[in-house]
């Protein structure tokens, strides 16, 4: 089972430059969302999408875009990079709503730095 | 404002004792209490919830306490492991008609000691 996929696992970018990151997820998933990751601080969630056409800001949106063009994916964009934007990235997905669909499944993430 | 904490950043433990962490919170409104796993170079991995009208879950060598009136949330890990090394967060979930809002915590830094 693959569950959650996220790629790349590392990279590397120049200020100003644009990005996606990869995810994808086989267990059909209704919810999909991001999180970044920063020391100290916990994740904390960029976007999230409760279906295929629906999208919806998190915590802390500025600087990156999503679609949900499928069920199985749901790529995170980065139009400008900015070195306040290097961090650690996961994306992770669950059922959607329900008392027993509280177990979100993580990716493996990505490492993003701006330089 | 609306949060989810953690008392610790740090928690050294020998191999074989028990392990207490613990976290706070200040949403009422929450539905679930969560705790995850992440292990260096992985994503979080859920370990166990529990309702917010409930005071105890157990699992596997692990157990969840709930104490609503101090509005404070511990994950109790029986005879620890050097496989329970990872950094350990809480998280606070609200079911909602448009999907389940996950607020992590900062995270408590677990080391085994041999």
């Known amino acids: 089972n693959a569950g959650v996929t996220q790629t790349p696992k590392f990279q590397v970018l120049k200020t100003g430059q644009s990005m996606t990151l990869q995810c994808a997820q086989d267990?059909?998933?209704?919810?999909m969302s991001w999180y970044r990751q920063d020391p100290g601080m916990g994740l904390r969630l960029i976007h999230y999408?409760?279906?295929?056409?629906?999208?919806d800001q998190g915590e802390v949106p500025n600087g990156y875009n999503v679609s949900r063009s499928t069920t199985e994916d749901f790529p995170l964009r980065l139009l400008s990079a900015a070195p306040s934007q290097t961090s650690v990235y996961f994306c992770?997905?669950?059922?959607?709503?329900?008392?027993?669909?509280?177990?979100?499944?993580f990716g493996q993430g990505t490492r993003l730095t701006v330089v | 404002g609306e949060s989810v904490g953690l008392h610790l950043p740090t928690l050294s433990v020998q191999e074989g004792d028990n392990s207490i962490i613990n976290c706070a919170y200040s949403?009422?409104?929450?539905?679930?209490f969560i705790w995850y796993k992440q292990e260096s170079g992985k994503g979080p991995q859920f370990i166990i919830d529990?309702?917010?009208?409930?005071d105890k879950r157990q699992g596997q060598r692990v157990t969840v306490l709930l104490n609503k009136t101090v509005k404070h949330l511990s994950l109790q890990i029986a005879a620890t492991q050097p496989g329970d090394s990872a950094v350990y967060f809480c998280?606070?979930?609200?079911?909602?008609?448009?999907?389940?809002?996950?607020?992590f915590g900062t995270g408590t830094q677990l080391k085994v000691e041999l």
């Open positions: 992770a997905s669950n059922r959607r709503g329900g008392v027993t669909d509280t177990e979100a499944f």
């Open positions: 267990m059909n998933h209704e919810y």
């Open positions: 999408s409760v279906g295929a056409g629906i999208t």
């Open positions: 949403n009422s409104a929450s539905d679930y």
């Open positions: 529990i309702r917010s009208n409930m």
């Open positions: 998280a606070e979930i609200i079911l909602t008609g448009g999907g389940n809002k996950l607020t």
